[in-house]
């Protein structure tokens, strides 16, 4: 068993963890100062490793996310000069309350203040005892390049729709491969920091936003079966804006290495949805409300659901003497004014420079609310450095100044601009008094502001059966818009709406402020974060409820990681066994689908290679054995690739056109003679066709396709359904099937299967007085699993006698009615002329890597 504090993630082979091996406590915990001192000199990390009670007493969930949910400050009666306590407006103290109660939670994260080398053992010591938090140590350097430059100058903007075009304007930087390597740096010091104490069989990891997205790839490499889920908290733009990232591949694999991904809106869900599609080619479905994708074997679940406030700890500001004073001063210096109020923080999405012109605009044009009207707007401290949060910071101020000279006077400043650190109280308190809340980035994960406003406003102090009433001017496109349906909601790039929606919201009339107050107290009240936090639990442990009823197997390297998780019963096809079975018998049925089985799907030239058309010559070869290429191509197309084929079987067309080998006439299925019903189906394919570029249709003589795989995929997905409800509506009456494939509309005549084309095939062998003892069967697609299903019902009908060597094979690692599985149509071909020359000596094997000394 590999280091579980190795210092290479990557490297550290993807064993299945021995789920009777207790967790470690991490080495820090374990050590004193001089005793780091000492291991770190030797370098020998497992000598500081030691068990936990055998088993955990009880559930533990552990919470990930760039800051411990920790307040620091300078204490020189600490040794490590630093004092520690719990940080009560961090949501990753505040969801605990939404979490299991007999759960244990952890948290991992790095601190808001640097702890030197000589006391991180110490500090690691007494947050884990204290706190049950487990700091990161990132080296300074490592960082800033992390932090300040990746996530908010790369990422963070590029989320929020800004390309890096002028960084020089913007702030914005271009992208920079060192720095990714940092991004991953960092995200895997988190991972072996968490491994250190992680029971992967047993414990939920909860993972939060963007500085984190490679984080799942390094913990499911270590452990394919680990419980994962991720939240994101910022926006997740258009594929066309998240296409431009040069890592985007790694990025959305990384997502989909968890079990459950979470996100504010449906918009972010669907944007997210999009590119997954686009770039990797996974559609996703809803099944009983849950949208799901699948992923090598695995289903990814997607969450949609706002993070809501903590009613209680804000209820308990509010009501605290410091609030209550503070009120009464603002009482006091408003009187007889207007208080309208912004908090944001300060970077370039906040959208403070367009709410400041709008409040000149709402001057302007409303002369009587000069000297009444008020627009209070707390800056909050920005989170990054540069100077684009330079440029935001000059810019309020400028635009301050200068509405300010122009319509304020003595005792009245129509903009009133906090820059500094604003403590929780007087915040509450400005919320508690302002008649309107405006609210108007121009792009913003989710925003709690207008949640908080809200509760406050129901909560401030006021004449006994007054009615509570508020109003929210919101932006469209923020996370918190849809949930706040009684709100103002305007677009924050037309400075004259939101000057408008100012003065509607300070003018309504009492009656219409107090319903939607009610209205959104109602939804805030009902959907906080203890809510948010126990629903994403309560489906991270359903989604993760089948961990170990399937076998994991890790494929890809580095970034590219994934987890391929199949049934228990579900194997790799071995050389050895199928070729000793192909030896034994005398009777043998080889079926084999065409596309993406023989030929890949991505072909520009659709014709068998010399190497196919060569093998599957010396295994018809062979009197033992009948050889069918099943099909839903055309006959004469598939007639014309196999004319060097003299003794290939053919089923063409799902098996509608068969012929035993190249000599022979072709069978037609008889069921079917009145095909009348293709003057319906094709004017309604052409209509789609036409309207659909990059759309085709496929004619042949027992069925009809519509094919869409060059089409915009959610476009052609869409026209897809719309043209199966079109067809199964028109075709009603008709006996036809109608059928929605990968990229593909299919009608055939009722009755015509790959599955039927076995049925016929071992009957007519049975009737012959040869029966198959040895049969194979290999496809890739969903009309394949209709061999596999009558493979596995043939046995039962008496149609294979009851030693018959079966073997149903799909090709790729994927959920599949075969019980075997060849990685793609290399291992194929190879397998296939494993067969073909197993008589021949000398003969050699491996696992699909086949090698046949002096045949091959």
């Not at 800056?379 to 319509?407: H, K, L, Y």
């Not at 072709?666 to 309207?691: G, I, S």
């Not at 890739?780 to 006698?801: G, R």
Request: some cysteine; overall charge negative.
């Amino acid at each position: 068993m590999p280091s579980i504090s190795s210092s290479n993630l990557l490297d550290v082979a993807a064993d299945e963890p021995d789920p009777r091996r207790p967790p470690r406590l991490p080495p820090a915990l374990l050590m004193s100062d001089a005793d780091a001192g000492a291991d770190a000199a030797h370098g020998d990390d497992d000598q500081l490793s030691s068990p936990f009670s055998p088993t955990p007493a009880r559930d533990r969930r552990i919470v990930v996310a760039h800051r411990l949910p920790l307040r620091v400050a300078a204490d020189p009666a600490e040794s490590s000069g630093l004092a520690f306590a719990w940080d009560p407006d961090a949501l990753g103290l505040q969801l605990r309350s939404g979490l299991p109660p007999d759960a244990e939670i952890l948290h991992v994260g790095t601190l808001p203040a640097a702890v030197g080398p000589a006391h991180r053992a110490a500090v690691s010591q007494l947050l884990y005892a204290r706190f049950r938090c487990l700091p990161v140590f990132l080296p300074a350097d490592l960082h800033h390049r992390f932090y300040h430059c990746f996530c908010k100058h790369y990422l963070w903007p590029l989320l929020h729709y800004l390309l890096p075009l002028s960084p020089s304007s913007t702030g914005g930087l271009p992208f920079d491969r060192t720095l990714w390597l940092s991004y991953l740096s960092a995200n895997k010091l988190f991972a072996e920091r968490l491994i250190e104490l992680l029971n992967p069989d047993d414990d939920f990891v909860w993972i939060h936003d963007y500085h984190l997205l490679a984080l799942p790839t390094f913990l499911r490499r270590r452990s394919p079966r680990v419980k994962l889920g991720f939240f994101l908290h910022s926006p997740f733009p258009s594929s066309e804006i998240f296409r431009t990232i040069p890592v985007r591949d790694e990025l959305l694999r990384a997502l989909l290495n968890c079990d459950l991904v979470g996100f504010h809106t449906f918009d972010y869900a669907r944007h997210f949805l999009s590119s997954c599609s686009r770039l990797l080619g996974l559609d996703y479905q809803s099944k009983r409300g849950y949208i799901g994708i699948e992923y090598y074997g695995r289903t990814v679940t997607v969450k949609i659901l706002p993070v809501g406030i903590d009613l209680g700890q804000l209820e308990s500001v509010i009501s605290s003497s410091e609030t209550t004073t503070k009120i009464q001063e603002l009482k006091e210096k408003y009187t007889d004014q207007i208080l309208m109020l912004g908090v944001d923080d300060v970077d370039l999405f906040k959208g403070i420079g367009l709410k400041f012109l709008a409040m000149e605009q709402l001057l302007e044009e409303h002369r009587e609310l000069r000297g009444r009207a008020v627009l209070v707007q707390i800056a909050n401290p920005a989170r990054s450095q540069g100077r684009d949060v330079q440029e935001v910071q000059e810019e309020a101020r400028s635009i301050t100044r200068r509405i300010n000279e122009r319509f304020g006077k003595p005792g009245y400043e129509p903009i009133v601009l906090i820059d500094r650190t604003v403590p929780t109280h007087e915040k509450a308190a400005f919320y508690a008094m302002a008649e309107c809340c405006v609210v108007n980035p121009v792009r913003d994960g989710m925003n709690l502001v207008p949640y908080k406003y809200t509760v406050c406003r129901q909560c401030s102090p006021a004449p006994e059966g007054a009615p509570k009433k508020s109003v929210i001017v919101v932006s469209e496109f923020i996370g918190c818009s849809p949930s706040l349906s009684g709100a103002i909601r305007l677009n924050p790039w037309n400075v004259d709406a939101v000057a408008d929606a100012m003065y509607l919201a300070i003018t309504m009339p009492e009656v219409e402020k107090q319903l939607r107050h009610e209205k959104h107290y109602k939804y805030v009240s009902s959907h906080d974060v203890s809510y948010w936090a126990r629903s994403f639990d309560q489906d991270l442990q359903r989604a993760c409820k089948d961990h170990f009823l399937r076998r994991c197997w890790g494929i890809g390297f580095g970034m590219s990681f994934r987890v391929v998780a199949l049934g228990p019963n579900f194997r790799k096809l071995s050389v050895e066994h199928i070729v000793s079975a192909y030896r034994n018998t005398n009777s043998r049925l080889i079926l084999l689908d065409y596309d993406g089985t023989m030929m890949l799907q991505t072909s520009i030239d659709k014709g068998p290679s010399d190497e196919v058309i060569s093998v599957l010559n010396e295994l018809c070869s062979d009197p033992k054995n009948v050889v069918f290429v099943v099909s839903g191509r055309g006959k004469d197309e598939l007639s014309k690739w196999f004319a060097p084929c003299e003794k290939l079987g053919i089923s063409a067309e799902h098996g509608y056109f068969t012929r035993w080998n190249r000599d022979s006439p072709w069978e037609t299925f008889v069921l079917a003679t009145d095909f009348n019903w293709k003057k319906t189906a094709e004017p309604v394919m052409r209509l789609y066709t036409e309207a659909t570029d990059g759309s085709s249709i496929e004619f042949k003589e027992s069925g009809l396709v519509w094919h869409h795989q060059d089409a915009d995929p959610d476009f052609g997905s869409c026209q897809a359904k719309e043209l199966l409800d079109h067809l199964e509506n028109v075709l009603a009456n008709e006996p036809v099937v109608v059928k929605r494939g990968q990229h593909i509309v299919e009608v055939n005549p009722q009755g015509i299967s790959k599955g039927v084309v076995v049925e016929n095939l071992l009957t007519t062998m049975l009737r012959t007085g040869k029966p198959p003892d040895f049969m194979l069967c290999i496809g890739d697609d969903q009309s394949d699993e209709d061999m596999f299903e009558s493979i596995i019902s043939s046995t039962n009908k008496a149609l294979l006698p009851a030693v018959a060597e079966v073997f149903a094979c799909t090709v790729g690692k994927k959920p599949s009615k075969a019980k075997y599985y060849l990685d793609d149509i290399v291992d194929v071909i190879k397998l296939l002329q494993g067969l073909a020359h197993a008589s021949a000596e000398p003969y050699k094997h491996t696992d699909l890597g086949v090698s046949f000394e002096g045949v091959l």
